[in-house]
């Protein structure tokens, strides 16, 4: 049985840091291509970030793009998320997707085939 499984989310101030894991099972994550995709309330889900299995190809959203680092440990089977700066605007349940694309990078949620719960990212003061 495939899981992936976010953990890291929480409450944090405005310019606060939070850094967000991807733990997955089932399944070589240096098979797949990752991303990183979130959803506020009354919005849909959107793109944030991924990489590709070798992590040789990045892609950011605008809206994150200098703030998110996205980066993977195909060992320990884990994508991170370090999100700083946050701004309330991030707040959003956040998922990790995996693509059995392995050097696809897309913004496309259809080329991900597994999807975690998702974690609560809130920006607040």
């Known amino acids: 049985q495939v899981q992936l499984i976010e953990s890291g989310g929480g409450l944090v101030q405005p310019r606060g840091s939070l850094r967000l894991s991807c733990a997955a099972s089932?399944?070589?994550?240096?098979?797949?291509?990752m991303a990183w995709f979130r959803q506020a309330p009354g919005k849909e889900r959107e793109f944030v970030c991924a990489?590709?299995?070798?992590?040789?190809?990045?892609s950011y959203t605008d809206s994150v793009r200098g703030r998110f680092t996205i980066s993977r440990d195909n060992a320990k089977n884990t994508v991170y998320l370090q999100m700083n700066s946050l701004k309330t605007e991030d707040t959003a349940v956040y998922y990790c997707?995996?693509?059995?694309?392995?050097?696809?990078?897309?913004?496309?949620?259809?080329?991900?085939?597994?999807w975690g719960q998702g974690t609560q990212v809130t920006v607040s003061s």
């Open positions: 997707a995996a693509n059995p694309n392995t050097y696809q990078a897309t913004n496309l949620p259809t080329y991900y085939l597994y």
């Open positions: 990489i590709t299995s070798s992590g040789g190809r990045i």
């Open positions: 089932g399944l070589t994550l240096g098979s797949y291509s």
